[in-house]
């Protein structure tokens, strides 16, 4: 199993994160900073840990389980 954050600009619409479970769209959420949303998916990262996923790779978000 796999997720990923994505992280999308919008310009004036606001900042999108997405996670993509398995390569499919399962979540998204607009913020009105870049800020706010690394810290939504910094947030499921360390939940996603927590209930035993481990991280593929240190340059990137993707976590496995």
Do not use: M, P
């Not at 900042?15 to 900073?33: D, K």
């Amino acid at each position: 199993k796999r997720v990923d954050a994505e992280i999308r600009d919008h310009g004036d619409y606001g900042v999108e994160v997405q996670f993509l479970y398995q390569g499919e769209f399962a979540y998204g959420r607009r913020w009105v900073s870049r800020e706010l949303a690394v810290l939504e998916a910094e947030d499921k990262r360390r939940e996603l840990e927590r209930g035993g996923w481990r991280i593929e790779s240190s340059t990137d978000a993707r976590v496995e389980g």
